[in-house]
C-alpha cells in the first residue's frame, strides 16, 4: 500500500499545477507536491516534517488572518468535512496570492483521523487570463517593472470607459493607489531595493483585484485601479480591502524584511468628466497628503519597519488608518 502511495504521488500529484499537501494530525507538513513550490516558492525539503503555520500564511478576502482556531485545517479536523475558500497565501518572497483552497480530512479504514490534504489552485491571473497577459505584453500593455497594465492601457481604457457613460448610462468607480514615503525608500535604500518593494507590492495589489477590475502601474510609485461599479460602497469596501491586505504584507529582501503604506483616493466617473478631471477629482486627497517627513525613514531592521505616516482625511484612506475616515 505504500509503494501504491508513494507512485501515486509521484506519477499523478507532482504532475498538477494545483499545489497539495499532507498534514499529519499534528499539522505537521508530510508531503508537497511540485505544484505548491511553483506557486509559493518553497521546495518541498523546505517544508517537510515542519508545522504548516510557521510556513504557510493564510488569509481571508477581507484581510483576517485563517491560522489557529480559524485555520482551515482545524475546521476540517473538528467538523470531519472538506472546506473550502477564496484566500490569500503567502508567497515565499513575501507577497500575497490570490488562491481557492480546499482542506480535505483523511481517515483510515477504521474512521481513524490521519491528516489533512490541502488543494490550492493560484487564481491571480483568473481576472484576464494567462493567455491575454502575453498578448496585451507583446502589445506594450504591461508596465515592465510592475508587471500591471501600463499607464498607456489605463488611459486607454478610461478613455472607452468614459466615452461609454452617456449610452450605457452606466458609470464606474477608480482607485488611486500611491505609496507614502516612496522616494525615502529610494535615497535611504537604494533603487535595486526599492524596485523590488515596489515589484512585490504590485503583485499584492494585483491579488486584491478580481475581474472585471483590473489595476496598473500609473507613474513612479503610484497605481490605478478601475472598478466596473459606480456604487460608493463598493469602491470603499475594494479600498478598504486593499488597506488590509497590503497592511498584512512583509517583503523580504537581503535578509531584511519591510512593510510600506499605502494612501487610497477615490473617484466616480460623471458625465461631464475628462480623464484629466476624473483622475485630479481621485488624486487630490492624496496629492494634498503627501508625507511632509518623507526623509524621516526608519532603517530596516528584521522586524519589518513600517514606512509611513498616518493622516485621516474624507476620500481618504491609510492602511495605518483604524477607521474608514470617510465621517
Excluded at 9 to 15: C, G, K, R
Excluded at 248 to 277: H, K, L, R, W
Aim: proline share 2%; charged share 25%; net charge neutral.
Amino acid at each position: 500500500m505504500i509503494d501504491y502511495f508513494n507512485a501515486f504521488t509521484s506519477n499523478v500529484l507532482d504532475y498538477l499545477d494545483e499545489g497539495v499537501y499532507f498534514t499529519d494530525i499534528n499539522k505537521n507538513i508530510i508531503y508537497w507536491n511540485s505544484g505548491a513550490e511553483n506557486i509559493l516558492g518553497y521546495r518541498a525539503e523546505e517544508t517537510t516534517m515542519q508545522k504548516c503555520c510557521q510556513i504557510i500564511s493564510h488569509m481571508s478576502i477581507n484581510g483576517e488572518k485563517r491560522c489557529g482556531e480559524h485555520c482551515s485545517i482545524t475546521k476540517a479536523f473538528q467538523e470531519g468535512r472538506q472546506q473550502k475558500e477564496d484566500m490569500f497565501i503567502t508567497h515565499k518572497d513575501g507577497h500575497l496570492i490570490f488562491a481557492t483552497v480546499k482542506t480535505f480530512p483523511v481517515y483510515n479504514k477504521y474512521g481513524h483521523l490521519l491528516g489533512v490534504i490541502e488543494l490550492f489552485s493560484d487564481n491571480s491571473q483568473k481576472k484576464i487570463g494567462h493567455d491575454k497577459v502575453k498578448a496585451l505584453t507583446k502589445a506594450a500593455y504591461m508596465d515592465s517593472l510592475s508587471e500591471l497594465f501600463s499607464k498607456q492601457y489605463i488611459e486607454s481604457r478610461l478613455q472607452t470607459m468614459l466615452n461609454e457613460i452617456p449610452e450605457k448610462r452606466e458609470s464606474f468607480g477608480i482607485l488611486y493607489i500611491n505609496i507614502v514615503s516612496f522616494r525615502a525608500i529610494n535615497e535611504l535604500y537604494g533603487v535595486s531595493r526599492a524596485d523590488k518593494i515596489l515589484k512585490m507590492l504590485a503583485k499584492t495589489l494585483s491579488s486584491c483585484i478580481t475581474y472585471p477590475a483590473i489595476i496598473g502601474r500609473w507613474h513612479g510609485a503610484s497605481f490605478i485601479a478601475i472598478a466596473d461599479s459606480s456604487k460608493k460602497s463598493l469602491l470603499l469596501m475594494l479600498a478598504d480591502k486593499i488597506k488590509r491586505v497590503v497592511a498584512e504584507a512583509i517583503f523580504p529582501i537581503n535578509e531584511e524584511n519591510f512593510q510600506v503604506t499605502v494612501t487610497i483616493g477615490y473617484a466616480i466617473a460623471q458625465s461631464y468628466d475628462s480623464m484629466d478631471y476624473l483622475i485630479e477629482r481621485a488624486t487630490k486627497n492624496t496629492l494634498e497628503e503627501k508625507d511632509k517627513d518623507a526623509a524621516d525613514v526608519p532603517p530596516a531592521v528584521n522586524t519589518a519597519p513600517t514606512i509611513a505616516t498616518q493622516r485621516n482625511k474624507t476620500g481618504f484612506y491609510s492602511n495605518m488608518s483604524k477607521s474608514d475616515s470617510t465621517r
